[in-house]
């Protein structure tokens, strides 16, 4: 069973950075795509940021390009995202994703970790 353990949340004024990690338990974390999502209070869960397996590959919504940068080390089954010049309108519960095996979609979440941007 994949698990995925989120840590790095925290409240910072706008402007200020934060940087989220992700631990995920599992032999084959360097053969998965894995993402971060996200969701404010009464809004649906968005995307983020995605890394293929070996960090060649990113994407990231258009709301975070340029200020957000996802990485992974694949040493420690790790993934990471570092956002920078946070805004209010970043202010969500923050969770990380692995799609694994031939899955299409993902298929293991994270519990999430609370990320404040106050104005």
């Known amino acids: 069973q994949v698990q995925l353990v989120e840590s790095g949340g925290g409240l910072v004024q706008a402007g200020g950075s934060l940087r989220l990690s992700c631990v995920a338990s599992g032999r084959t974390f360097s053969s998965w795509r894995m993402g971060w999502f996200r969701q404010a209070p009464g809004k649906e869960r968005e995307f983020v940021a995605t890394?293929?397996?070996?960090?060649?590959?990113?994407d990231y919504a258009d709301s975070v390009k340029g200020r957000f940068t996802i990485s992974r080390d694949n040493a420690k089954n790790t993934v990471y995202l570092q956002m920078n010049s946070l805004k209010p309108e970043d202010t969500a519960v923050y969770y990380c994703?692995?799609?694994?095996?031939?899955?299409?979609?993902?298929?293991?979440w994270g519990q999430g970790t609370q990320v404040t941007v106050s104005s």
């Open positions: 994703a692995a799609r694994t095996g031939g899955s299409t979609s993902y298929n293991f």
């Open positions: 890394i293929n397996w070996n960090g060649g590959s990113t």
